[in-house]
């Protein structure tokens, strides 16, 4: 007989917001309360989580809970990717993770649970897709937007609704304002300059160059749409950040203004 104990097979704790049961869709006001289920059923509902289409999660503040006895993980939906971020998400960074990924860590963890592997965080993120590299000219924008998580292309969960704003949560309205404001904004004659990229709810931050989207991309998250109360439409990013439209079609941070070029 072997000395080696058998290992039981994982027991996680599961648990979701405005998500169907099986994670497969977006369910505003579905709140599956706290349930264990085994590592292959969280594999396959964090799969169906990350096929939902993108657009669909806009301003729908879907989440997935996964944990064990030792750590609870919170699981969002970016533009086709998962993030995982420990529980609570306020003070930890989140970071991409696959579905076998998040629950091989809480096996893991769960096999193991030593002071420094409950201190740890899942796999770093992967740097952005946009290859290449620029230089920031928009010192506000970057310090603001680009903050050292996000530069490393980390991500932060939505914050709490800003004052003032009402966010936009009709499917609907969301694709007429994606029609409106998807495209490029900025100077790309000015090589190395603050150029926005915005397109169907995702936000990118990079430097003009030559070619149609140059340099290392300074920020890549997504956004939700807010409504001032005299309907002006405001950019609210997933660090915090609010972006306001200007009515002769510019963007504009702080005391930064990002003309609109032809839609991408």
Same mark, same amino acid.
Request: proline content about 6%; overall charge positive; hydrophobic content about 45%.
């Given at each position: 007989?072997?000395?080696?104990?058998?290992?039981?097979?994982?027991?996680? /704790?599961?648990?979701?917001?405005?998500?169907?049961?099986?994670?497969?869709?977006?369910? &505003?006001?579905?709140?599956?309360?706290?349930?264990?289920?085994?590592?292959?059923?969280?594999?396959?509902?964090?799969?169906?989580?990350?096929?939902?289409?993108?657009?669909? &999660?806009?301003?729908?503040?879907?989440?997935?809970?996964?944990?064990?006895?030792?750590?609870?993980?919170?699981?969002?939906?970016?533009?086709?990717?998962?993030?995982?971020?420990?529980?609570?998400?306020?003070?930890?960074?989140?970071?991409?993770? /696959?579905?076998?990924?998040?629950?091989?860590?809480?096996?893991?963890?769960?096999?193991?649970?030593?002071?420094?592997?409950?201190?740890?965080?899942?796999?770093?993120?992967?740097?952005?897709?946009?290859?290449?590299?620029?230089?920031?000219?928009?010192?506000?924008?970057?310090?603001?937007?680009?903050?050292?998580?996000?530069?490393?292309?980390?991500?932060?969960?939505?914050?709490? /609704?800003?004052?003032?704003?009402?966010?936009?949560?009709?499917?609907?309205?969301?694709?007429?304002?994606?029609?409106?404001?998807?495209?490029?904004?900025?100077?790309?004659?000015?090589?190395?300059?603050?150029?926005?990229?915005?397109?169907?709810?995702?936000?990118?931050?990079?430097?003009?160059?030559?070619?149609? &989207?140059?340099?290392?991309?300074? &920020?890549?998250?997504?956004?939700?749409?807010?409504?001032?109360?005299?309907?002006?439409?405001?950019?609210?990013?997933?660090?915090?950040?609010?972006?306001?439209?200007?009515?002769?079609?510019?963007?504009?941070?702080?005391?930064?203004?990002?003309?609109?070029?032809?839609?991408?």
């Amino acid at each position: 007989m072997s000395s080696n104990p058998r290992r039981l097979p994982a027991v996680l /704790t599961f648990s979701s917001r405005n998500l169907r049961d099986d994670g497969a869709a977006v369910a &505003l006001g579905n709140n599956v309360p706290h349930q264990n289920i085994d590592a292959g059923t969280a594999v396959l509902r964090l799969r169906a989580f990350g096929r939902i289409p993108a657009v669909e &999660l806009v301003g729908s503040d879907a989440l997935m809970y996964l944990g064990n006895s030792h750590c609870k993980l919170a699981v969002q939906h970016e533009n086709g990717r998962l993030f995982a971020a420990r529980v609570p998400e306020a003070a930890n960074a989140a970071a991409e993770q /696959t579905p076998e990924e998040i629950v091989a860590f809480l096996e893991g963890e769960q096999a193991t649970p030593s002071p420094a592997s409950r201190n740890a965080a899942p796999k770093a993120v992967r740097p952005s897709p946009v290859k290449g590299r620029g230089r920031m000219n928009s010192r506000g924008l970057l310090v603001a937007l680009a903050v050292v998580a996000l530069a490393l292309g980390v991500y932060r969960f939505y914050p709490d /609704t800003p004052a003032g704003l009402a966010m936009v949560r009709d499917p609907a309205k969301i694709g007429r304002l994606h029609l409106q404001f998807n495209g490029r904004y900025g100077d790309e004659a000015v090589e190395g300059s603050t150029m926005l990229w915005v397109e169907n709810g995702r936000l990118v931050v990079y430097a003009a160059g030559k070619e149609a &989207l140059p340099g290392e991309a300074r &920020l890549d998250a997504s956004y939700r749409y807010g409504l001032h109360d005299d309907g002006r439409v405001a950019l609210v990013v997933a660090n915090g950040a609010v972006v306001e439209s200007a009515r002769d079609g510019s963007l504009r941070f702080n005391d930064a203004a990002y003309a609109r070029n032809a839609p991408r």
